[in-house]
T-cell receptor, first 112, second 117 residues
Framework: QKEVEQDPGPLSVPEGAIVSLNCTYSNSAFQYFMWYRQYSRKGPELLMYTYSSGNKEDGRFTAQVDKSSKYISLFIRDSQPSDSATYLCAMYILGSQGNLIFGKGTKLSVKP | GAGVSQSPSNKVTEKGKDVELRCDPISGHTALYWYRQSLGQGLEFLIYFQGNSAPDKSGLPSDRFSAERTGGSVSTLTIQRTQQEDSAVYLC???????????????FGPGTRLTVL
């Protein structure tokens, strides 16, 4: 079992839809959870950074962490064609050497 | 600079040649990381630097890979005697510090796309 599992998609939704992206993980030592957005042929861009269980909201984006279930989610409200990208979840152990453990990414397409 | 920069953006080389990839982190960021992104494999951690020091090289795929950082700033990743399986996008990231809450907030460059023929 990989440490971080993420459905690669592709996921196609109409403009304005609510998008739900998810990752599960097996290592209970993970303490920090990130979501990155990666456009084609670009580097990953940090979108959300969370520590504790619960929700964190930033504009149209909400990150949710459930440590008891080892499950994290990213919700995108009122999705736009410009949200079309690959979304990567990443996790990190405080005190580790700092390497992030990534999911393989979910490719999202928002159709106008 | 405003963000992490990497050069070259694309590199095509012949099998057996050496290549050098460069990373310029965000000014003031003491921690620097190299990752590799292959199709279907996701992002694979290679090595990190705290200042100019890389204490753990175990993530490097083989002894053909080496990395250095000078002046606490620019880093180079060198691949000797390149093989076709080295073809990937090599990404560099930096963070304010290593470990702690800032260690998880890594900012990535655009990557170098390496193709070994």
């Amino acid at each position: 079992q990989k440490e971080v599992e993420q459905d690669p998609g592709p996921l196609s939704v109409p403009e304005g839809a609510i998008v739900s992206l998810n990752c599960t993980y097996s290592n209970s030592a993970f303490q920090y959870f990130m979501w990155y957005r990666q456009y084609s042929r670009k580097g990953p861009e940090l979108l959300m950074y969370t520590y504790s269980s619960g929700n964190k909201e930033d504009g149209r984006f909400t990150a949710q962490v459930d440590k008891s279930s080892k499950y994290i989610s990213l919700f995108i409200r009122d999705s736009q064609p410009s949200d079309s990208a690959t979304y990567l979840c990443a996790m990190y152990i405080l005190g580790s050497q700092g390497n992030l453990i990534f999911g393989k990414g979910t490719k999202l397409s928002v159709k106008p | 600079g405003a963000g992490v920069s990497q050069s070259p953006s694309n590199k095509v080389t012949e099998k057996g040649k050496d290549v050098e990839l460069r990373c310029d982190p965000i000014s003031g960021h003491t921690a620097l990381y190299w990752y590799r992104q292959s199709l279907g494999q996701g992002l694979e951690f290679l090595i990190y630097f705290q200042g100019n020091s890389a204490p753990d090289k175990s993530g490097l795929p083989s002894d053909r890979f080496s990395a250095e950082r000078t002046g606490g700033s620019v880093s180079t990743l060198t691949i000797q005697r390149t093989q076709q399986e080295d073809s990937a996008v090599y990404l560099c990231a930096s963070s304010l510090a290593l470990g702690g809450t800032s260690g998880g907030q890594q900012f990535f460059g655009p990557g170098t796309r390496l193709t070994v023929l």
